[in-house]
């Protein structure tokens, strides 16, 4: 009439009504020891031990895992704290590296008493054969074609083409720039001609003329649009072949192109007497 499950489910609700009756039995007689019986305990204990371990289990888990709960949410927000902290510290750091090379092209400008206009460089031109850049200055900021661009380190090179608010600059290490130069060691004269990315060539100096490695070259202001004196770059290699009048003498520029992010424009195209007596 009733299955084997219903009955043991049964017994056992039985087994554990009865274990209770007797407890509260046990607990209400006095004895003349203060122990309780024997019987009661043997049938008592196992099932107290069970129920005992049966909440101490259940309450480990609930605690273990409010536990875990709490220590995921730390987590989660500690991670946050240091996101936003590691972008607060890259916007500090940014803004350190901004306001170097701000001072120091100001002092540039102060120290030269050039008319210059400050621009950010927001473009390259994609070409592997071109090498120009487009500055954020147009012609509403005096900006016109021809006009010589710098950095404090020396020569990025020349405005050729204007918009309202942007320029185009060709850069000296393009193949089609040239800087009329001279070896500031020993005036020299030379012009020099794009040739890569970290390499130009100063062209055109006499074989019978002394130029060695380490020697400054600098813009003769002769070509009527770089001031005289605005650094170029190092010699790093001069050969002086067996037949010809010039020598071959290789260049490499102070500017680090790959990492222009702001420039110079003069504005005026008057030549200044800028030469290092060093």
């Known amino acids: ?36 019986g024997p019987i009661a305990i043997a049938l008592v ?44 510290n890259n916007q500090c750091y940014e803004v350190r590296q901004k306001n170097s090379q701000l001072r120091n092209m100001l002092n540039y400008q102060e120290k030269q008493s050039l008319n210059i206009a400050a621009a950010e460089v927001v473009g390259r031109d994609p070409s592997p054969w071109l090498k120009t850049i487009i500055i954020d200055k147009g012609k509403s900021d005096g900006v016109i074609r021809g006009l010589p661009v710098v950095v404090p380190e020396g020569i990025v090179g020349q405005v050729v083409d204007v918009s309202n608010r942007y320029a185009k600059v060709l850069m000296i290490i393009d193949q089609n720039s040239a800087v009329d130069a001279l070896v500031q060691r020993t005036r020299a004269r030379g012009v020099i001609k794009g040739e890569s990315e970290n390499r130009c060539l100063f062209k055109f100096a006499l074989r019978k003329h002394d130029i060695k490695i380490g020697d400054m070259i600098i813009s003769s202001g002769m070509d009527g649009v770089y001031p005289k004196g605005l650094t170029i770059g190092k010699v790093s290699q001069v050969i002086k072949r067996s037949a010809g009048i010039f020598q071959d003498v290789a260049v490499v520029p102070f500017v680090d192109f790959e990492k222009l992010e702001e420039v110079l424009v003069i504005l005026d195209l008057q030549t200044h007497d800028l030469d290092h007596k060093s």
């Open 45 to 88: 204990a196992p099932f107290q031990k069970m129920v005992t371990r049966s909440v101490q289990f259940v309450r480990d888990i609930w605690l273990d895992y409010f536990f875990l709960v709490s220590v995921a949410k730390e987590n989660t927000e500690l991670r946050l704290a240091l996101k936003q902290s590691m972008q607060s």
């Open 1 to 36: 009439m009733f299955s084997r499950k219903t009955v043991i489910i049964a017994g056992i609700i039985v087994f554990i009504a009865v274990n209770v009756i007797i407890l509260s039995i046990t607990s209400r007689r006095e004895y003349a020891s203060s122990r309780p």
